[in-house]
């Protein structure tokens, strides 16, 4: 039905930068909101950021300033800048899709990528 690819993990110094991608597939009419969540060994799942379709965004204190939200409405891809990464931006960062209106009138409140590991080491 919706396949949320993520690419742009890996292995990066402190201080370094990476990008993060998603693209949402499948016949989607639109969605709501679009976000990157993380995990990190040990911790409960928490909110890096979102973006609304209209733009909004939002973002946890943690990365405030270091960590920008994009999306491409048209082609239901996100993206997520990271810069001055610390150790402590290790995790596996899930791609989110929420509000996702498909043809057929389906919907999916909440869709889930696979996650992709983010590793910064010191």
Known sequence: QVQLVESGGGLVQAGGSLRLSCAASGSILSINAMGW???????????????ASGGSRNYADSVKGRFTISRDNAKNTVWLQMNSLKSE?????????????????????????????????S
């Open 37 to 51: 969540y993380r995990q990190a060994p040990g911790k409960q799942r928490e909110l890096v950021a979102t973006i």
């Open 89 to 121: 931006d290790t995790a596996v960062y899930y791609c989110t899709a929420d509000g996702v209106f498909l043809a057929g009138l389906k919907y999916i409140s909440d869709y889930w990528g696979q996650g992709t590991q983010v590793t910064v080491s």
